[in-house]
């Protein structure tokens, strides 16, 4: 079993739609997660980070926690065609980490 | 957050060669760490180079396949050696952020292709 599993997608929505992301995870040693943006043909970008069970919102991102269930999401309000790109979470541990397969997100104008 | 300067940003190999890839950052760090994208896949760390020691390896890799050096703070090499076309991949170098800027920051990557 993988630590990190992330719902594989790809997903397609449409401009101005809500966007939900989820990642599972089964390390319990996690001290803090992350999601990543990648365009094509670039090295990933850090969106948020998170190191506590919540919500943690910046601007139309919000990066949510529950470790009770080992669940992060992240939530695009108002998605744009900008936003299309592949996410990545991870969860960290003694400064390594763990980063799911992604999920590949179109936004259609 | 620092810059990373990455260098190829991509490549074609015949197998059996060796490539050289460069990462230079814009501040001093204490580690580097080196990744690998495969197509459609997540990213696996490679080994964590500190500078001054040897490189950490990761279960899977192995020295002599991907030597690494990191002759200061800012700057580091990864080779992939003796390449096969199952080395074909995104290479990426990174480093970690510090407070208040947590998480990674990474190269664009090199897109390596062996044929």
């Known amino acids: 079993q993988k630590e990190v599993e992330q719902d594989p997608g790809p997903l397609s929505v449409p401009e101005g739609a809500i966007v939900s992301l989820n990642c599972t995870y089964s390390?319990?040693?996690?001290?803090?997660f992350m999601w990543y943006r990648q365009y094509s043909r670039k090295g990933p970008e850090l969106l948020m980070y998170?190191?506590?069970?919540g919500n943690k919102e910046d601007g139309r991102f919000t990066a949510q926690v529950d470790k009770s269930s080992k669940y992060i999401s992240l939530f695009i309000r108002d998605s744009q065609p900008s936003d299309s790109a592949t996410y990545l979470c991870?969860?960290?541990?003694?400064?390594?980490?763990?980063f799911g397969d992604g999920t590949t997100l179109t936004v259609k104008p | 957050s620092a810059v990373i300067s990455q260098k190829p940003s991509r490549d074609i190999c015949q197998r059996g060669t060796s490539l050289t890839i460069q990462c230079q950052v814009d501040s001093q760090v204490t580690m580097m760490f080196w990744y690998r994208q495969q197509p459609g896949q997540s990213l696996t760390l490679i080994a964590t180079a500190n500078q001054g020691s040897e490189a950490t390896y990761e279960s899977g890799f192995v020295i002599d396949k991907f030597p690494i050096s990191r002759p200061n703070l800012t700057f580091s090499t990864l080779t992939v050696s003796n390449m096969s076309p199952e080395d074909s991949s995104i290479y990426l170098c990174?480093?970690?952020?510090?407070?208040?800027?947590?998480?990674?920051?990474f190269g664009s990557g090199t897109r390596l292709t062996v044929v």
């Open positions: 390390n319990s040693a996690f001290q803090y």
């Open positions: 990174s480093v970690e952020g510090s407070y208040p800027n947590y998480g990674y920051t």
């Open positions: 991870a969860g960290t541990n003694a400064g390594k980490s763990t």
């Open positions: 998170t190191y506590s069970s």
